[in-house]
């Protein structure tokens, strides 16, 4: 397994999720709303965050693995209605925003055990890149 | 002496206004050019501090181009096939003698132009979202915009994904003082001298009074501070 600088393992297996581009429009949106958190109202910043969230999955979600793909695919069809409520219901919103913590993590621990033990071919990129 | 009211204008122009929505997701489809044109009139018809007309529309339909809008623009939540930038040209400004940097009738005159936008956009069945949470020297890259031009907001335009929701402000159905929710308005009372709140009946179905008799802005700007002081 290779470490990065940004705390994330490469575990084997991995698929590339993500384009160039699309990081860069991550990346984009990332900085611009952080900018913008200077001088808007304090809870669109919880907002700019979950959005983010959001156009994330969206990007990975073509390229994921099936497991991956099923989790993304219920996330985004629960946040695009569901991060909306910063702005109507903040105890409902509380209540989503810890259950996808939750969900996620369970997904993210889920995913980790099953690549760290499931054998690596040789030739898979994840092989390769592992040192 | 007033003139005649105009047979139907009101009942017309309110119910525009009152049925107008924001559009947050558009579809595919293309703004035809005759509909972009009028909203694009609509704004021009708007007023304008001084008639001093120092904000262009700058108009962007292509579609790289808006995307890389959006990727700057956090307040854009979907792609619309247009967006009209309302700008601030500070060139003309400095003709017509504005003080940008004390000047704030500039954004008022912003305002009410995607407002008669907006209204237009309705009116020919399109949808419209005012944007103003992007950064600015983000999008004046993105555009090329020269330094003297700033972006001020986005008039996102297009045809609407899903069907508006039937969202109804507090107050919509009814007519005359119930028709205003608690509190948007106060009135002023002629020759009131005690800066007290005068509650006068009014709000919904005229249950408890939330609207207020106020004798002047500066009794409101007390209130807003807190208690008064005597002595």
């Known amino acids: 397994m290779a470490e990065h600088h940004s705390g994330t393992v490469d575990e084997p297996g991995d698929p590339l999720v993500v384009s160039e581009s699309e990081a860069l429009t991550l990346l984009a949106h990332l900085v611009t709303s952080a900018e913008l958190c200077m001088t808007e109202p304090y809870d669109y910043g919880i907002f700019r965050l979950i959005d983010a969230a959001s156009r994330l999955a969206r990007a990975m979600v073509a390229r994921s693995s099936g497991e991956s793909r099923a989790f993304l695919e219920a996330f985004l069809e629960e946040v695009d209605v569901k991060k909306m409520w910063s702005t109507r219901d903040r105890e409902r919103y509380g209540s989503f925003l810890r259950e996808t913590s939750r969900r996620t993590a369970e997904h993210l621990v889920a995913m980790a055990d099953r690549r760290t033990s499931a054998p690596v071919a040789p030739d898979s990129p994840g092989g390769r890149d592992a040192k | ?38 909203v694009l009139e609509a704004g021009r018809w708007a007023t304008s501090g001084g008639n001093r007309r120092i904000h262009p529309f700058l108009v962007v339909r292509d579609p790289r181009t808006l995307a890389r809008l959006r990727a700057v623009t956090p307040g854009m939540f979907s792609t619309p096939p247009v967006v009209i930038v309302i700008c601030t040209d500070a060139t003309r400004a400095a003709e017509e003698l504005v003080q940008l940097e004390h000047d704030t009738t500039t954004w008022i005159d912003v305002g009410t132009a ?104 500066a009794d409101r700007r007390v209130k807003a501070a807190g208690p008064r002081e005597t002595g």
């Open chain 2, 1 to 38: 002496m007033p003139s005649e009211p105009r047979p139907g204008l009101a009942e017309t122009v309110l119910e525009t206004i009152r049925s107008r929505r924001v559009t947050r997701v558009f579809d595919d489809h293309p703004v035809a050019d005759e509909s972009l044109l009028q």
């Open chain 2, 114 to 217: 995607a407002m008669n936008m907006m209204v237009a956009a309705h009116a020919l069945e399109l949808g419209s979202c005012p944007v103003t949470s992007f950064s600015h020297g983000a999008v004046s890259v993105v555009l090329g915009l020269q330094p003297t031009v700033e972006p001020e907001l986005f008039l996102l335009l297009g045809h609407p994904h899903e069907p508006t929701r039937p969202v109804r402000p507090t107050g919509s159905g009814r007519t005359g003082a119930a028709a205003l929710p608690p509190g948007l308005v106060w009135w002023e009372q002629p020759g009131c001298a005690t800066p007290e709140l005068i509650p006068i009946q009014g709000g919904r179905g005229g249950a408890a009074a939330d609207l207020y008799h106020r004798s002047d802005r």
